[in-house]
């Protein structure tokens, strides 16, 4: 635990829907790391005042505070998490399997989310309407799915790479539960991410850490 070390309480900038911000927060839970919840209302635009820019110059979240240090970055926030506080590992020991975290990590993040970004999905749903947006992400959610049903076929327990959680998890879980809920994507054609989906349902530190859950979640989003 951070405070048995000596250090200041850890910090998180956060946005109750940011799946970004919800893999850092499964990460915290993980390794039982004790932190403060400092809301960020992207809707609001408080991701573009001077005082949070300062901290993150991109203006987006997740944003950790670690004493006087400062890291942007739901990637970055995790392999520092990882160095720093190696209990409960984030990456397995196995070669190929810590590649194939890398791989589904970076599908989810470079393949799918940045297509479902509230500017993106804002100006899409500006320029073609609200129905054409909806189709617009689902395309892409499906792709990347597809690809980690492959990639994961030979790997998957009962999470995303065997019976452990690893860093695959934390990129999957918001991600699926996103696709569900904000995009009504049917899952009925991914059997095998329904499946783990249905593991992180009965893991207390992804459940604590999913959007529903959040000290900003509004009342008619809560679990």
């Not at 799918?112 to 609200?130: D, H, R, S, T, W």
């Not at 030979?154 to 539960?177: R, S």
Request: proline letters at 7%; aromatic letters at 10%; a negative charge.
């Amino acid at each position: 635990m951070a405070s048995e070390e000596g250090l200041k309480k850890l910090k998180l900038y956060s946005y109750w829907r940011s799946s970004c911000s919800c893999r850092v927060r499964v990460a915290l839970k993980l390794k039982g790391l004790d932190y403060d919840y400092i809301a960020i209302n992207l809707l609001k635009g408080e991701h573009k005042s001077p005082e949070f820019l300062k901290l993150n110059p991109v203006g987006q979240v997740p944003v950790l505070i670690d004493g006087d240090i400062v890291i942007a970055d739901s990637f970055a926030i995790l392999m520092y998490l990882e160095k720093k506080y190696p209990h409960h590992p984030l990456l397995p020991q196995d070669p190929q399997k810590e590649a194939v975290n890398y791989q589904a990590a970076n599908i989810v993040c470079a393949n799918i989310q940045p297509f479902q970004n509230i500017p993106v999905i804002g100006y899409i749903k500006e320029k073609l309407g609200a129905d054409e947006m909806i189709a617009w992400v689902q395309g892409h959610i499906r792709k990347g799915f597809i690809a980690l049903e492959k990639l994961l076929d030979t790997y998957a327990g009962k999470y995303a790479t065997g019976n452990e959680v690893y860093l695959a998890d934390l990129f999957l879980a918001p991600q699926i539960d996103g696709a569900i809920r904000r995009f009504n994507l049917d899952m009925d054609e991914f059997p095998l991410l329904s499946r783990i989906n249905e593991s992180y349902k009965e893991h207390p530190a992804f459940q604590d850490a999913m959007p529903g859950k959040q000290p900003d979640t509004p009342p008619e989003a809560r679990d």
